[in-house]
């Protein structure tokens, strides 16, 4: 694949098309391409993939729990804590798609399939997950996305200039900053929901009871065999890999490419197009990102199971180059020197901001 355009490049791409969509333009262009994918039968559920996925995961969970109690040296505790890690993951890829209807469209069996896998396996709360999730796909890259929402760093120009204080530090380092402190996701999405769950006890009973009985099974029960300070430590050390294995999958998606702002133009379902990119379809990236490696069909269907995803990859990138549509598909290298980029600009942008207000103080 030859080498990308610059981002400039990219975000022009994205904001210009030979033709002048509207809502209805949009929404003919879905219909054409659902009866595309339903002719291959790509909507198709996946049963049998999620109970085997389910059972290695349970088995991988189980493995890991048990061997932290039997981990004597920091070798042993490190590949523990990668593969609690690694399986914290995959369990909340099981939660994320039932949470989208991918798993099962019965309401009860997608509650307790994301309860048992996000809530009680990795202790973040299901409800609270569902209630963030849905805004990042309703508004994508966007100020109203809480996965680009201003906070120590800036995702957009108007943020970037405004920036102030500790996050005007942050953001103006930010291309120094950022991919480190990501790693710190795990215990960031952990502590957002203890505090969701929290601000209305009552209504959140059960995430609350099943967030204690994690604790208990991760730090208390563990501390009553191999003392406070080293179930502590195991604790923090699989948080972490989960935040890091949740930085490499998720920031390659989005950062880096078009905001809702550079691609206001486009209806907002084309917006889910323009807005991402795909990685490449190996079988092994496939596994390693929970499917997100197809991102753009993620968007435009959630409810599509992540094993069908790569199926629907092929028609999709077809249709949108018939109609001009901006699909992108890079290495990961490629993304990551992207996303980069973007976080220089932003850096760049507050720094000038911040040299303007001292001389006009």
Known sequence: MSSLPPLSDLNESARKSPQVWSATDAAAFMKELREQLHTLDVFRGDKRGYILR?????????IAWLGFFNA??????LFMGLLSGYAGVQASAIAHEAGH???????SWTSFIGHLFMTLLVGVSFSAWVHRHRSHHTHPNSRLDPDVHAGLFSFNETDALGARGLAGLCTRYQHILLIPLASLMGFTLKFKSWCHVLRDPAAYIGNLSLLVIHGGLWIALPAY??????????????TWVEGVYLAFVFLPNHLGGPTADEASQWPPVLRQIVSTRNLPASHFLTHLCIGLNTHIEHHLFGHLPSTRLNEARATTRRLCHFYDIPYRECTISQAFSEMQQYNLRMATIARQAALVRCTTK
Do not use: D, K, M
């Open 101 to 107: 209807g991918a798993v099962t469209n019965v309401r």
């Open 72 to 77: 004597g040296t920091w070798p042993q505790r």
């Open 54 to 62: 389910s059972l290695w995961v349970l088995v991988a969970s189980a």
């Open 225 to 238: 065999w191999i003392g406070t300070e080293a179930a502590i430590e195991n604790y923090l050390l699989l």
